[in-house]
């Protein structure tokens, strides 16, 4: 895991846009877990609006090239054989679940109509939520997406919007948050109106989520991938305590 990033809207230019996906060691861990999500709570986990078809069949030819370009991945006519062993078949209409089954991110697709004043959720898979249920999410545009985090105000959602407007095909971004949480589970869905759990002791893993906002070339449709690691707070290195500690005091300083 890299050092802990910063929120929003401390994004980078990404050095190299063919990492806008990664694969890493427990590769086989969570795609076990984002096919049981998805054979159990398929309508919690993908979701697609009628009209992002095209941005959906865009973004599967995408992933499909990233799995091409990648050692443990190998296309043998209609199937796609992946690093832990699995054959998953690339005939299925659902083009949604096939990505689910071949990648570890969780991908949101934004899109803004014509006319619109910002980017829409028109489709997603979320295997891996904090503290947020794509239900209640999809269809809305950043500003209600976003309106329960507390650093995303009045302020920043114009500059967020303005991020999106002119990102450019060729000038993927990126970010790193850094969460605590006391369950380590990858799946942790919560309705806004449900309370927060409490807490009853101090915070013992580091949830950390690799934002990549890239655009799609032939839709325009914005891509939002989310590579998320879960690591306990004792195995962090030096550096990343450091850096946990610096973004800690940040978020206790005044805006």
Known sequence: MAPVGRRLPGVQPLADGADWLMLDEVYADQMALRLHLTRVRPRDVIAALPGAGDAIEELYQEVLGWCDGRQGFHRHRDR????????????????????????????????????????????????????WTLAEKIGHPLGAIHRPVAPYDADMAPRVQRLFDHLHCDRPLWRQNALLYENPALYQPRRAADP????????????????????????????????????????LTREQQASLDELRQEDRSPP
Do not use: N, Y
């Open 80 to 131: 796609m054989h992946c690093p832990d062993g699995r054959a998953v078949s690339l005939k299925a209409e659902d083009r949604l679940s096939v990505i689910a089954h071949l990648v570890q991110e969780d991908i949101c697709l934004l899109q803004k109509p014509d006319g619109a004043g910002e980017h829409i959720l028109t489709a997603a898979i979320l295997c891996f939520p904090a503290s």
């Open 196 to 235: 927060r759990r409490s807490v009853t002791g101090p915070p013992g893993f580091l949830r950390s989520e690799r934002q990549v906002m890239r655009r799609l070339p032939r839709t325009g449709a914005i891509v939002f991938s989310i590579h998320s690691w879960v690591v306990p707070l004792a195995g």
